[in-house]
């Protein structure tokens, strides 16, 4: 199995009224020919997908992630378990720390299991591809399991906490989370900062580029990412945006089979009292908010915080 070629380009992506310069992955066309499949969600595209959320730093993140386990708990992670996975890019990524035995990816996608097992296949080394899992699962009702009855640190990450739009759906997907967890364990949410909520006057668009090459390296047109457009209908009693998600190959052949896809996706918006009340309901609690999957950006800080993200624990017998 040949390896994709990589580089890196600037990108711009535009989120809550803001504009950040992020790196994004220059990915051969060749590759993802050979990974897009006929789905007819973007969910069942998961070289697409990958593609487009290439930007993230995913070897910082997981330090973070790692890092604030250790903090709180005092002790390494020792396993890890990622739900809405997708690619499982952060599960992945954790394997290349010393002190994690397993990590476990669950997604109701076999798509993206099967994309993510062929990257582990080329990512990870022997003794790692024996400690990674993935499962394909409902995160409202799934079980752990890993070689063990417990798991230390849970990820549910890049907002797929707002598929979940019902307060019973998320108290269920938090409650089998809880069963899963270790008794000192971590969980972490990822999730749009609030203020996107009190500020939905009008949905506004979010787009980005990456740009593709062929296989000499030659320019071979761009894909172009909405992640949200002018215009969504909004629901401010339920707090759910319906979603646009839209995917288009620009100057990429189409006789090639390469799929474009635009849908709908109804997403919800939370507030962090409401992760709180939440995680309550399911026998967590709330410890820490942070502005950013990395170190020192406070959740209230108003030019550098641009995600909520919430760390839960058990909660503690009075």
């Given at each position: 199995m040949s390896r994709p070629a990589f580089l890196f380009v600037f990108g711009l992506f535009t989120a809550s009224n803001q504009a950040f310069i992020l790196t994004t992955q220059k990915k051969c066309v060749t590759s993802l020919r050979a990974t897009v499949g006929k789905g007819e969600s973007i969910y069942s595209?998961?070289?697409?997908?990958?593609?487009?959320?290439?930007?993230?730093?995913?070897?910082?993140?997981?330090?973070?992630?790692?890092?604030?386990?250790?903090?709180?708990?005092?002790?390494?992670?020792?396993?890890?378990?990622?739900?809405?996975?997708?690619?499982?890019?952060?599960?992945?990524?954790?394997l290349s720390d010393s002190s994690i035995q397993t990590a476990t990816a669950v997604d109701s996608s076999q798509e993206m299991a099967d994309y993510a097992i062929e990257i582990a296949a080329e990512l990870l080394d022997e003794q790692q591809l024996k400690s990674f899992q993935y499962c394909v699962d409902d995160m409202r009702s799934f079980r752990y399991k890993n070689g063990k009855d417990s798991v230390d640190t849970v990820w549910i990450l890049l907002g797929s906490l707002q598929h979940l739009t019902s307060n019973d759906d998320v108290i269920s997907c938090l409650q089998a989370v809880q069963e899963a967890l270790a008794e000192d364990g971590t969980i972490v949410l990822e999730l749009p900062h609030p203020r996107e909520t009190f500020s939905m006057v009008e949905c506004t668009k979010n787009s980005w580029k990456v740009p593709l090459e062929?296989?000499?390296?030659?320019?071979?047109?761009?894909?172009?990412?909405?992640?949200?457009?002018?215009?969504?209908a909004f629901d401010p009693i339920r707090q759910v945006r319906q979603f646009t998600v839209a995917m288009e190959l620009v100057g990429v052949a189409q006789s090639e089979g390469i799929q474009n896809i635009r849908q709908v996706v109804p997403l919800r918006?939370?507030?962090?009292?409401?992760?709180?009340?939440?995680?309550?309901?399911?026998?967590?609690?709330?410890?820490?908010?942070?502005?950013?999957?990395?170190?020192?950006?406070?959740?209230?800080?108003?030019?550098?915080?641009?995600?909520?993200?919430c760390v839960l624990q058990h909660l503690k017998k009075s």
């Open positions: 595209l998961p070289a697409l997908y990958d593609l487009a959320f290439g930007y993230r730093d995913f070897e910082e993140e997981v330090d973070f992630l790692l890092n604030t386990h250790e903090r709180l708990v005092g002790r390494p992670a020792l396993s890890v378990l990622e739900l809405a996975a997708g690619p499982a890019r952060h599960a992945l990524t954790a062929d296989d000499s390296g030659k320019e071979s047109g761009e894909l172009k990412i909405i992640w949200g457009d002018d215009g969504d918006l939370f507030t962090a009292q409401e992760i709180a009340a939440l995680a309550r309901c399911a026998g967590l609690e709330l410890v820490e908010m942070h502005g950013a999957l990395e170190e020192g950006v406070q959740v209230d800080d108003e030019m550098l915080a641009f995600r909520l993200v």
